[in-house]
Antibody
Framework: EVQLVESGGGLVQPGGSLRLSCAAS????????MSWVRRAPGKGLEWVSV????????SYADSVRGRFTISRDNSRNTLLLQMSSLRAEDTALYYC?????????????????WGQGTLVTVSS | QIVLTQSPSASASLGASVKLTCTLSSGHSEYAIAWHQQQPDKGPRCLMKLNRDGSHIKGDGIPDRFSASMSGAERYLTISSLQSEDEADYYC?????????FGGGTKLTVL
């Protein structure tokens, strides 16, 4: 079974930074695009960012573009999310999700496996 | 802009069936979608992908009680023989180049 384990969440002040990690195992990480998805308190799921299998293509939701950076270390089977200029509205559980495809494009963009999430709280 | 519309809530009795609806926005009626379930205090899990031709591919370990169908721009998730553990939030999801989109989710209550 696919394993996705997020870490790095915590309490951070507005304007601060945080880096999330997602350790992947039991599948060939280098073959699949990966996404970050979040769920704010009382809200639904919101897609944040996607990275292609090779790491050469990335996309972001408008709400985080210019503040968040997605990357991956294929040698360590790890997905990363660098978050900066954090705002109260970024408070959420952050999930990493494996995509069915490899490109981050218009094929295989469904999420077939999810992690359990890591909590990010932005508050003074 | 792709928009997925779901009813905020639904309810049905234990042992009954329920059909949840996800409607694709104009111009996107032929898109494939996926259905995801999120039980309280758990990470989401993929229930199934519903292809453009109406065929579907279930996620790992998803029971036969869960099925999907479509009509025009509407995509359906049917859950039969409802069990207490089916009480959860259900999301439809679609995708295009450089974007992934979720519906607002339907909170299912099992009475």
């Amino acid at each position: 079974e696919v394993q996705l384990v997020e870490s790095g969440g915590g309490l951070v002040q507005p304007g601060g930074s945080l880096r999330l990690s997602c350790a992947a195992s039991t599948f060939t990480f280098t073959n699949y695009a990966m996404s970050w998805v979040r769920r704010a308190p009382g809200k639904g799921l919101e897609w944040v960012s996607v990275i292609s299998a090779s790491g050469d293509s990335t996309s972001y939701a408008d709400s985080v573009r210019g503040r968040f950076t997605i990357s991956r270390d294929n040698s360590r089977n790890t997905l990363l999310l660098q978050m900066s200029s954090l705002r109260a509205e970024d408070t959420a559980l952050y999930y990493c999700a494996k995509e069915a495809g490899n490109s981050g494009g218009n094929t295989g963009g469904n999420f077939d496996w999810w992690g359990q999430g890591t909590l990010v709280t932005v508050s003074s | 802009q792709i928009v997925l519309t779901q009813s905020p809530s639904a309810s049905a009795s234990l042992g009954a069936s329920v059909k949840l609806t996800c409607t694709l926005s104009s111009g996107h009626s032929e898109y494939a979608i996926a259905w995801h379930q999120q039980q309280p205090d758990k990470g989401p899990r993929c229930l199934m992908k519903l292809n453009r031709d109406g065929s579907h591919i279930k996620g790992d370990g998803i029971p036969d009680r869960f099925s999907a169908s479509m009509s025009g721009a509407e995509r359906y998730l049917t859950i039969s023989s409802l069990q207490s553990e089916d009480e959860a939030d259900y999301y439809c999801q679609t995708w295009d180049i450089g974007i992934r989109v979720f519906g607002g989710g339907t909170k299912l209550t099992v009475l």
